[in-house]
């Protein structure tokens, strides 16, 4: 399949210090967690090691030479970010710790001053907790009420609830694009149309969209885009947070602190412009440089080629589990990413989780910061095998064969 | 497949299964919950006491093999002990699943449990009800964890 476009498994693998170890002394291990975080190429490990052998310095403070080539390595990450993901002007790129403190800059410095007891904000049953706990705590803090519209069985957003829950009420909506326990992608266009013909703004949560496909924020129409770096091959502890410009203009900070102001003194202070209002302390240098090189190689990808590749990935592992009645796929989306979530009668995802974990095949189990959707398949936790596009038919037959060895363990 | 073997013991797989006294007790006299941030588990502990001595004890409560397993054979365990007793055994366990020592004798049946040392990522499910117990034998209100 990958062979008909310009897309090569084994070329993206090579990429990888990882699958170099892993092809050494030690036996193959199938890593297919990449929904928790990827593997990072070796341009981003590069990028990383010269930044701080060959730039440790702080940005936007000396007058030397060091922190001159430090800001323009940190200040041409954020222009790569306004590239890849279509943003009007690169004073709409915050730099984050991650898509939880996006969500949080946005709840607390957007959302909060907009609501007054009785407003309501709109969420998806299947947020991660990153996108429901920050909308739990300002609706704690004024009164609002979070409604959260269901999935159905198949573990899609019911849209006709959707079009119900929304109303002159709402103040705000919040929505992940990509389900990372299930691997649903949302109708996000659609949403953010529905919403904005009520006036009302959206934030997508992009965390699992960005390793999978092309993002263009103005495309989407969306107001906030929030995505981290680590989970699209970049570092951890660095994301991102889009926000059109006017929004962002007349929301206040977030934190306090250098670098987000102009002039500070005893009586009053006058915040930083766009985006160093939003970005106190001395930022992530070392991270953000690690996430505009990730960004860098994804576009030396083809996409197009590689999600054929994911999706018969998904379509192999789907099929090799179907095989045992007492599997229970859950979610089963018509659109969905490469992520396979399931449970088996009688077993237990963590006792799975380690009996993959002997046969050298890393999943995730347990509740994936997604209680609340979970709860609605009536289950506490899953096994979940997640895809990137390194992954290998290889990969999926060794899932196959460690689910062979839980039911020859437990007799099932 | 030898230290899985050696980690889902038959004895584990069918209190994992079918746990013991896996029910409620009405009027308990001590009860605590415990929790497993990690994966979820959550369980429930039952005791009644006669004196100092456990007359008693249940649990419910949803969890993998390992942690249903200990949580099973450990109430099998503790009835007609002394808390003095149970924490004494307690510690013997936690030797046990951490450190590569020989079972010691007063654990009896729980020895089955010395596979758990080799996998350190579930030495917490097979903790967690011994934890729940010992809340509950202090009269805490609060949740016992793992963390």
Redesign the interface.
């Known amino acids: 399949m990958s062979q008909a476009t310009g897309f090569s498994v084994d070329a993206i693998r090579n990429d990888f210090p990882f699958f170099a170890r892993s092809s050494g002394t030690e036996p193959p291990l199938a890593y297919l967690d990449n929904a928790a975080t990827a593997q990072k190429p070796q341009c981003v490990l590069d990028a990383v090691l010269d930044l701080y052998r060959d730039a440790t310095s702080n940005v936007h403070r000396g007058v030397h030479r060091l922190s001159a080539e430090a800001t323009r390595r940190y200040e041409n990450a954020r222009d790569i970010v306004q590239r890849y993901i279509h943003a009007h002007d690169r004073c709409e790129i915050v730099f984050t710790r991650g898509t939880t403190e996006s969500v949080n800059l946005v709840a607390q410095s957007y959302v909060r001053p907009l609501l007054g007891a009785g407003d309501e904000i709109l969420i998806t049953q299947m947020e991660h907790h990153s996108n429901f706990v920050p909308w739990q705590m300002v609706a704690e803090q004024t009164g609002a009420v979070v409604r959260v519209a269901p999935v159905t069985p198949q573990g899609e957003l019911d849209l006709d609830a959707w079009r119900a829950l929304l109303t002159e009420r709402t103040k705000f909506v919040s929505v992940v694009h990509t389900s990372n326990a299930i691997g649903t992608i949302n109708p996000v266009a659609e949403i953010v149309r529905l919403a904005h013909e009520r006036g009302v703004a959206v934030l997508v949560d992009g965390a699992q969209a960005m390793p999978h496909q092309r993002v263009d924020v103005q495309a989407l129409g969306a107001d906030f885009f929030a995505f981290s770096g680590h989970k699209v091959f970049g570092p951890t502890g660095i994301g991102v947070l889009y926000g059109k410009q006017e929004l962002l203009d007349d929301m206040p900070p977030y934190q306090g602190g250098g670098d987000m102001i102009k002039l500070v003194s005893l009586t009053n202070t006058v915040w930083n412009d766009l985006p160093y209002k939003f970005e106190a302390g001395t930022p992530n240098i070392a991270g953000a440089v690690g996430l505009g090189a990730a960004l860098e190689w994804m576009k030396t990808i083809d996409l197009d080629g590689a999600a054929l590749h994911e999706r018969a990935l998904h379509d192999d592992a789907t099929a090799r589990l179907r095989q045992w009645d007492d599997v229970r796929l859950i979610g089963t989306a018509a659109h969905k990413a490469a992520v396979v979530a399931f449970v088996m009668d ?6 799975i989780g ?2 993959l974990d ?1 046969a050298r095949v890393a999943i995730r ?3 994936h910061c997604a ?1 609340p959707l979970l709860e609605s398949f009536g289950v ?2 899953t096994a979940r095998a997640s895809f990137a596009l390194y992954n290998t038919h290889e990969e999926v037959a060794a899932l196959a064969a460690g689910m062979a ?1 839980v039911r020859e ?3 099932a | 497949m030898s230290e899985l073997r050696d980690l889902y013991q038959q004895l584990i797989l069918d209190h994992g299964r079918k746990p013991r006294n896996f029910r409620v007790i009405e009027n308990a006299q001590r009860e605590a919950d415990g929790h497993n941030p990690l994966c979820g588990d959550r369980i429930h502990m039952f005791v009644t006491m006669d004196g100092e001595t456990i007359a008693d004890v249940s649990f419910q409560g949803q969890g993998c093999a390992i942690s249903t397993a200990s949580a099973s054979l450990l109430t099998q365990m503790v009835k007609g002990m002394t808390v003095a007793q149970t924490k004494e055994l307690f510690g013997h366990f936690r030797e046990l699943v951490t450190k590569p020592v020989e079972p010691h004798e007063s654990l009896e049946k729980l020895a089955v449990f010395s596979g758990v040392r080799e996998f350190p990522m579930r030495v917490k499910c097979a903790t967690l009800s011994w934890h729940t117990l010992l809340a509950a034998l202090k009269g805490e209100d609060k949740v016992a964890t793992t963390e």
Do not use: K, N, R
């Open positions: 009688g077993v237990h995802p963590h006792d380690t009996i002997q189990t347990g509740h209680q506490h936790a060895q363990l437990f007799g």
